[in-house]
């Protein structure tokens, strides 16, 4: 069984990238859908429901599955070698996966809200929240790559300086948007 650990460890790769490229372009897409909200009338309700359509296919077709196949590949992987649940860095791992797993059901909340038309979340704070999965993806990959030669504390304080540089791009990008009016 061992040897076909790392077949199912590429397909966790895959899908962790399918998975990865459908969350950030979902939230980029509640962005566009949000700011839709600020058009006339006719745009809006055109706007709205071609992103509604986007974000449903996206995430019912990639997002989600992609999500599914990762967790299923990573507990295959976890079977094969069981080994592994003694590694403390798994341990860090699973932590940072469950935030991401929690991160996806949040966006599948917010796109639920938005085709409501009862999301109040404004398209700043969805650039910040889109910036969550870039640090949960940059703590889960520095986790694993390298694992028990971290230091967790430098570890750690380098996560949040990475968080505070995110967090600070943004916000220079929301001025920067303000004063060219992009």
């Not at 071609?50 to 990639?62: D, Q, S, T």
């Not at 860095?89 to 996966?97: A, E, G, I, N």
């Not at 600070?168 to 990008?173: E, Q, T």
Request: glycine fraction near 4%; proline fraction near 2%.
């Amino acid at each position: 069984m061992d040897q076909y650990y790392y077949y199912v460890l590429s397909v966790h790769i895959i899908f962790v990238v399918s998975w990865m490229a459908g969350l950030f372009y979902s939230v980029r897409l509640f962005i566009y859908h949000t700011e839709a909200s600020d058009r006339p009338d006719i745009e809006r309700v055109i706007l709205q429901k071609e992103y509604e359509k986007i974000e449903a296919k996206l995430w019912n077709i990639i997002t989600t599955p992609a999500m599914v196949l990762t967790v299923l590949a990573g507990v295959s992987m976890i079977l094969i070698r069981p080994g592994l649940l003694q590694q403390p860095w798994l341990h860090v791992k699973l932590c940072f996966v469950v935030l991401l797993l929690v991160y996806h059901f949040i966006c599948q909340s917010i796109m639920k809200q938005l085709k409501l038309g009862k999301c109040k979340i404004s398209s700043f704070k969805l650039r910040l929240w889109n910036e969550v999965a870039t640090i949960l993806l940059v703590a889960i990959v520095f986790t694993v790559v390298l694992k028990s030669a971290v230091n967790w504390i430098y570890g750690l304080i380098g996560l949040i300086v990475f968080s505070a540089v995110i967090m600070a791009a943004v916000k220079w990008y929301k001025y920067y948007r303000k004063k060219h009016d992009c």
